[in-house]
């Protein structure tokens, strides 16, 4: 009966060191918007951004939510919409740093483009954590700055340690059921 209480108490500190260690992601949204100057003269044939105008936040969620609405960013210039080779800090923003790990191209037509990709961000305390985002324009880019947002949403979403409460308590019963029959 000794060995039974030892072999619990050890299994509740395993698991409640586990739950303690657990890493902390990023979850939820960030959103931008502004204006950009593209490298052709309309957004329907451009294939890159080639500089980032009145970047700033414009909605968050989650992990996010620190960040204050119109605060500035600072984004990557200039940035093909077909990224195959990662760019560190493609943008920051109060503490949060993305990396761009590839991007391409959904849909292009007349004056608008929409374009998709995935990324790791950091940042505020919190570990790496991977990110879908996407980016869309629209207007002229002769007559106007074209006008575009972006938005990012993470792509986990934290368990909270429930699985580590299972398993320890599955393998502290698998124990106790071992030392029953072995007696």
Known sequence: MKNIFSLTVTAAVLVFAAQTTQAIPVTGTIGFTGQASFDT??????????SWFNTVVNGTSGSFSTVALNTPVTIAAPWSFHTTTPITAFWTA?????????SSIVTQGTGFVFVTGTGIVTGNGYNQTA?????????NAVTTTPSWTFSASSLSVPDGGTTVLLLGAALSGIAMIKRKLSA
């Open 41 to 50: 003269s309309s957004v329907g044939t451009a294939t890159a951004v080639e």
């Open 131 to 139: 990110l879908d985002w996407n980016f869309s324009s629209q207007g």
């Open 94 to 102: 109060d503490g949060f740093t993305f990396e761009l790990l590839a």
